[in-house]
């Protein structure tokens, strides 16, 4: 059925930007929900960013102002801009899509920001 595929991710400094791409193959329908949560070393797995098929987005309270959230409903891919990227955003960026009962996880990409 639906698979998750994950592009992006990398380093970056304080202060800069990265983006994070993905996209829900398999699917003749729209994903009703695609985001991005994020696990931090030690850390359980928080949401980040989703965006529904109508468009309606939700950030965690840390990365709001700061990343921004879109898609292509037609085509199930989701991007994610992140900016003014501080330390505390390094962790493993994992993409998902929600569709019927079911939830389908990306492999995960790491982010790191650092001096």
């Known amino acids: 059925q639906v698979q998750v595929v994950e592009s992006g991710g990398g380093s970056a400094l304080p202060g800069g930007s990265l983006r994070l791409s993905c996209i829900a193959t398999?699917?003749?329908?729209?994903?009703?929900?695609l985001g991005w949560f994020r696990q931090r070393p030690g850390n359980e797995r928080e949401l980040v960013a989703s965006?529904?098929?109508?468009?309606?987005?939700n950030y965690g309270d840390t990365v709001k102002g700061r990343f921004t959230i879109s898609r292509d409903g037609a085509k199930n891919w989701v991007n994610l801009e992140m900016n003014s990227l501080k330390p505390e955003d390094t962790a493993v960026y994992y993409c998902?899509?929600?569709?019927?009962?079911?939830?389908?996880w990306g492999r995960g990409t790491q982010v790191t920001v650092s001096s």
């Open positions: 998902y899509g929600d569709y019927g009962f079911s939830r389908r």
């Open positions: 965006i529904s098929s109508d468009g309606v987005t």
């Open positions: 398999g699917a003749d329908f729209s994903v009703y929900i």
